[in-house]
């Protein structure tokens, strides 16, 4: 037999638990679903809830485990079993607006458990014993490993005891494994309808912050593309893009790229030229653009003798785009976006990347890019 704890633990409103899951906190609920004791709910897997005759203070409090049924001791006026089955190897005695009490180390196997009560009915009349005053209830919590089969009461001799007793006798029948797999059916169609009504109210906002208040096509919505971007600055654009071929979109890429390179200045640099002939050609990238941190810290290095080309406009532009991106860098990404598998996203992000290398002229690019591509008008 090993004596796991011996001391006072602290009870409120006439409880403490034995806690080995995570979700203990809705388990006291159906702990004592089914039970003739009302001292001891074991009910809930992996959980139990305990009563005191003192409703708050300090008790005595006693933890054994032994290797089989131990016999019970003429001291104990109040005796009650239950199956049980931690959670885990450690379980926590939980005082109720206190830290655990203690942790203890016992078997993950099906156990047996006997609680054992002394001087509840002394307890019960004093509502409140504060710490310094001697203890008036004791309990004894003992485990051993044992089949699981129904709690029962082995000695009953309080008033508090018997109160109990009759008042969990009293409780609805626990739910048949059919009402139970019911409840569970019925859960899980509400989660899902929460979920689907949830997405539901989050697509209706999208559309409207991003979209103009209709809807895109599912194809748009899970496209992992800057295509809200895009969309911001042409919608209609976007939409004639969703729907045109996988050739034509793959052309757009290459020519978005070209346009955004060669307003940034960058289609002129030595060793940038070969990646986009390759591209233009549908060859794989040479390097260094098989490196695409490489690439960047080319550019970010001493390689800057190209400036920025753009065509300035007097015209109002439709849409606010960053004033301080410097061109060569929202130009650049263009290229690896234009060999993505997927060619509308290709497209869409190769588009979106020469629409904010052209800034606020956007509008210009744009009406090139229709006439280059008639069936996008």
Known sequence: MQILFDGDVHTDYNQIYVESRPDSDAAFETAFNGQVNGLCGGASPGFLYLSTGLHAGHVGFTVE??????????????VVEVPFRPGSETLQVVQLFREAACSLAVPQVDLRVRYCAHGMDDAAPRHF???????????????????????????????????RHDW??????????????????????????????????????????????????????????????????????VDTLAEADPDLQRSVARWATRRAWDAAGLSSLSWAAPALAALEHGEKLPAPFDDELGVWRMLLGEDREVQNVHVRTTGPPRIELPTNVDPQFAALPAIFAAVEADPLRAAVDALYAAAITFGHEYP???GELRRAFPALA
Do not use: C, K
Request: avoid cysteine; proline fraction near 11%.
């Open 65 to 78: 485990l032994h290797e089989e049924a131990p016999p019970v001791d003429n001291f104990w006026e109040d």
């Open 129 to 163: 014993v504060p710490d310094l005053e001697p203890i008036l209830d004791r309990y004894l919590l003992q485990f051993w490993p044992a089949p699981p089969r129904a709690d029962r009461v082995l000695r009953q001799t309080s008033a508090v005891a018997a109160h």
């Open 168 to 237: 969990v006798r009293t409780l609805p029948p626990p739910p048949t494994p059919e009402e139970q797999a019911e409840a569970e059916r019925r859960r899980a169609e509400a989660e899902r309808q929460a979920q689907l009504e949830a997405q539901e109210s989050w697509e209706r906002m999208q559309a409207e912050m991003f979209w103009g208040g209709v809807r895109p096509s599912e194809r748009l919505r899970n496209l992992q593309a800057n295509v809200i971007g895009l969309a911001q600055l042409d919608r209609a654009l």
């Open 364 to 366: 210009l690019l744009l």
